[in-house]
């Protein structure tokens, strides 16, 4: 189902680069690594695979607190998140991001955890597209997943910012070869 609605807009500057916040009247349904007009293509694919459709609104006032959490975490001042999110998913994907979000800061799990914490233990590519799919990184952290021999596997904003995120977090990882 497609809903048309504002979506709001606004970006930050943080350790890892340029973040884009976009957000419905519901709570943030995205955060792209990058400038908005630069990645504009992306976005719109990414907000209408959501099944999302509207107008981007910038807006800075009502995405002040998500940009103050994320730089709080960015500082080492905040460990998790309290903001209304917007999630458009397939359940599974849902249920991969909710077990996402219970990964403690400074923790890492594997994609074959994740799948047993579903109850999908065979699942495991399956929860590695899911992760993939995540529309909110580092509020929900799929940074924290790595591969099940401790390396660092793939990231959608660069494996160079999902080793930035956990050692942000003091989390020591083996480099991907």
Known sequence: MTTQACIYFDEMESPIGPLTILAT???VCHIHFGRFE???AAVNAKIKKLGLK???V???DSLDEVKHQLLQYFHGERQGFDISVDLHGTVFQKKVWQALRDIEYGKTSTY???AEQIGSP????AIGGANNQNPIPIIIPCHRVIGSNGNMVGYGGGLDKKEALLHLEGVLIKQSS
């Open 25 to 27: 009247e519901i709570g």
């Open 38 to 40: 630069q990645g504009k």
């Open 54 to 56: 509207g107008n981007y």
């Open 58 to 60: 910038a807006c800075h």
């Open 112 to 114: 074959k955890l994740v």
């Open 122 to 125: 065979k699942a495991v590519r």
